[in-house]
């Protein structure tokens, strides 16, 4: 009786923590890997809408993306406040589309050229006008695949 | 002697509690950078350029489904007024023709869907009518499926969907904006 007690009561058996760095790693790894760091601002505001027929993009490689929205509340004083596009991290005109298309392009493999998919994030609350605009600029750069940007609908 | 050597024993461990607190740092730094990325949206294939406006007039007229959007985001269908609801279950009915209407179209490979907007449209209710179109095509592709393969459309394997939409092609063609209503400025 007592020989057992004795021995039980002087070492209480602390809960070993040589696992929890192992744990941790598994985390860090984890969030590592599905970080995307942020590249360049992105200076206009956008809302994207909400849809129900979504599909998703797969290779972020192969994504040039087009934002269009109006210019944040810093950028007014010198841009104005109507709907402007942002090509890479600055603001761009439509004649600037097809260039910035086909520097994407240079960096992808030949076979990976045709893949390419043009995002555009373009805020909701903006009319038709500059988008028709940006539209065209890519149906004549022979961009044709082309991803609007949405939310799931609920 | 052997007090030495426990010594040494000892100061060859690497103290590795610390390890957590490190790791745990690094993880604290990702999490808070992490934005993970969600990407999603409604694919497009835009039709190739070509300087000459397209001849929609040659088509036979109950073959298209004309949808206009004003700049008051309102919809015009096939020369009616109509609210967005009705859109989905209209554009099917068009496309299948079950009840073989004259005026509806004659097989779903001929029915073509233009859509026309206005330069002041807003651009949620573009994108709106565009997803409702392809919601009803994709509803029509799943049902075929269901029928013939007893499965969902997405399941199907690259044979089986390229005979699917063989048979309810996705024909839409985008006109020239109009330029009535007012854009942003």
Known sequence: ?154 | MARKSSRDRLNNEVNAGSMADIAFLLLIFFLVTTTIAEDKGVLVLLPPWSPEVPDIVRLKERNVFSVLVNANDQLLVRGQEMPIGQLRTTAKEFIINPLKRETMSESPKKAIVSLRNDRGTHYFRYLEVYNELKAAYNELRNERAQQQFGRFFDDLDQDQRKMIVNEIPLILSEAESTSFGEEDK
């Open chain 1, 1 to 154: 009786m007592s020989k057992f007690e004795k021995k039980r009561g002087k070492n209480t058996p602390g809960i070993s923590t040589s696992s929890l760095p192992d744990i941790i790693f598994m985390l860090l790894f984890f969030f590592m890997t599905v970080t995307v760091m942020r590249t360049g601002e992105i200076k206009v505001a956008i809302t994207t809408p909400s849809a129900s027929e979504l599909t998703k993009l797969e290779q972020k490689s192969l994504v040039s993306f087009i934002y269009v929205g109006r210019p944040q509340v810093q950028y007014q004083s010198e841009m104005g406040s109507a709907p402007r596009m942002q090509l890479g991290d600055k603001f761009s005109e439509l004649s600037d589309i097809r260039f910035f298309l086909e520097k994407h392009k240079l960096k992808l493999p030949e076979n990976q050229k045709a893949k390419v998919i043009a995002s555009m994030k373009i805020d909701k609350d903006i009319t038709m006008g500059i988008v028709s605009d940006i539209k065209d600029e890519l149906r004549k750069a022979g961009q044709l695949k082309v991803n609007y940007s949405a939310k799931r609908k609920n």
